[in-house]
């Protein structure tokens, strides 16, 4: 039998497998997240993610600029105060880490590239929840949605372009979306996390910033069972003005992605969090998996499952490689 269609003609040579992809990465799909903690000396190496720092104000400002010239897309940026207390004062406070560092880097690198910072509680307060605690015991959505109208008008004020809710609150787009409107930053973007699950994958960033979380988000982010109510979560940012959703963590939550990016007409990205870097780089060093290509492998199925960009803490190396 000799078959009539036969799909390997289209495998036979690079040259021809490159020209027949459906996907390719470009180094402006990704985005990198970086650390700046407060009152460092040096850069801290964090053990759980190997060629990651917590950077001093000066070491981010020359991460970015390196990242940027190795053609990276955009930054991210999360800040670790010194002091923390019950309702996360120092992420609105203009002289507060993350707020200083959003105006470094913006005055270093201008509309170069594209500035974003995380805009959640969890690094600024000292029980570690994304939002304020009620009298019940519970982080409080409404009181916690006042928070974040602040910070977002901290972060825009520093000259942050994007602020990427990560919080999980209900309203919290459309509330901060009427905050920063309201103060004139009508052009400050809103990036959601909209699809953002409580996941043990984000194992490793407790690391990177000092986390003090006792217990679980398991009472804002969504439960792993779910999939029909990431679209739910999404739609429902996109109803209140976001202007970028994304799916959060990442391979575990490609059918979401996918789901997600065939059903709505704003930019979709997602985020390779911490501990699928930690998984990736653990198994490369323990000679199970080749390091490279399992990287270049876990991005593409990104852009296949419908990721305009990937936020992803190998972003300055691959980009490197790619432009
Ligand atoms: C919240 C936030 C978290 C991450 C990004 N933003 C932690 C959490 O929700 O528990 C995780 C990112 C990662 O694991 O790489 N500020």
Not at 4 to 19: F, G, K, N, S, W
Not at 196 to 207: D, I, L, T
Not at 209 to 215: F, K, N, R
Not at 281 to 310: H, T, V
Request: proline residues 4%.
């Amino acid at each position: 039998m000799s078959p009539v269609i036969r799909p390997r003609r289209l495998r036979q040579t690079p040259a021809i497998r490159r020209l027949v992809a459906e996907h390719r990465l470009h180094a402006r799909d990704l985005i990198l997240p970086l650390f700046v903690r407060e009152g460092l000396d040096e850069p801290v190496a964090l053990s759980l993610m190997p060629g990651v720092l917590q950077h001093t104000l000066d070491s981010l400002v020359d991460a970015a600029e390196h990242a940027v010239e190795a053609g990276v897309g955009g930054l991210m940026l999360f800040g670790v105060p010194e002091r923390r207390d019950a309702t996360g004062s120092a992420a609105d406070d203009p002289e507060g880490i993350l707020n200083v560092a959003i105006g470094r880097l913006r005055a270093a690198l201008g509309d170069s590239t594209v500035i974003m910072a995380d805009l959640c509680l969890d690094e600024f307060t000292d029980h570690g929840h994304c939002g304020v605690i009620g009298a019940h015991g519970r982080v409080d959505n409404d009181a916690t949605l006042e928070r974040y109208g602040q910070m977002a008008l901290a972060q825009a004020s520093a000259g942050a372009q994007f602020v990427g809710l990560s919080g999980m609150m209900d309203g919290q787009v459309g509330h901060v979306r009427a905050t920063l409107d309201s103060a004139g930053f009508t052009d400050t973007g809103v990036l959601a996390y909209s699809a953002k699950y409580a996941s043990a994958f984000y194992g490793p960033f407790r690391e990177a910033v000092d986390s003090q979380l006792q217990g679980d988000r398991r009472s804002y982010q969504q439960d792993p069972a779910n999939g029909r109510e990431g679209l739910r979560e999404t739609l429902l940012d996109i109803e209140e003005g976001a202007d970028v959703v994304m799916v959060k963590p990442g391979l575990p939550y490609l059918d979401v992605l996918a789901r997600v990016s065939d059903s709505v007409s704003v930019p979709v990205w997602a985020y390779q969090v911490s501990g699928e870097y930690a998984m990736i780089e653990a198994a490369a060093a323990a000679g199970a998996i080749d390091r490279k290509p399992a990287i270049m492998e876990s991005l593409l199925a990104f852009k296949r499952a419908g990721a305009q960009a990937i936020l992803t803490y190998w972003a300055a190396e691959i980009a490197a490689e790619l432009s």
